[in-house]
């Protein structure tokens, strides 16, 4: 049974930093690709970031780009969403995805506010 489970979510101020955590079972996560999506009140989801099976490849949305990384520990089955110089738009649900696959968590707030 796949599993994914999103952690770090959270109030910060403009320009703050947080680190979403998300941790995957139930399939082979070494072989998988995995994204992070997020969607805003009022707006369809996005695809932010996007790391390949062993994180050799990894893709942003232009709006995140330079200040979002994606990274994975295959050790830990856990992909990670290091976020700075967050701004007010940033603000949504980031869900994790297991590329492919229709598999999503159950999603994250993040609230970017002063």
């Known amino acids: 049974q796949v599993q994914l489970v999103e952690s770090g979510g959270g109030l910060v101020q403009p320009g703050g930093s947080l680190r979403l955590s998300c941790s995957a079972s139930?399939?082979?996560?070494?072989?998988?690709?995995m994204s992070w999506y997020r969607q805003a009140p009022g707006k369809e989801r996005e695809l932010v970031a996007s790391?390949?099976?062993?994180?050799?490849?990894?893709n942003y949305a232009d709006s995140v780009k330079g200040r979002f990384t994606i990274s994975r520990d295959n050790a830990k089955n856990t992909v990670y969403l290091q976020m700075n110089s967050l701004k007010r738009e940033d603000t949504a649900v980031y869900y994790c995805?297991?590329?492919?696959?229709?598999?999503w968590g159950q999603g994250t707030q993040v609230t970017v506010s002063s």
């Open positions: 995805y297991k590329v492919r696959s229709g598999y």
């Open positions: 139930g399939f082979s996560f070494s072989s998988a690709a």
């Open positions: 790391i390949s099976s062993i994180g050799g490849s990894r």
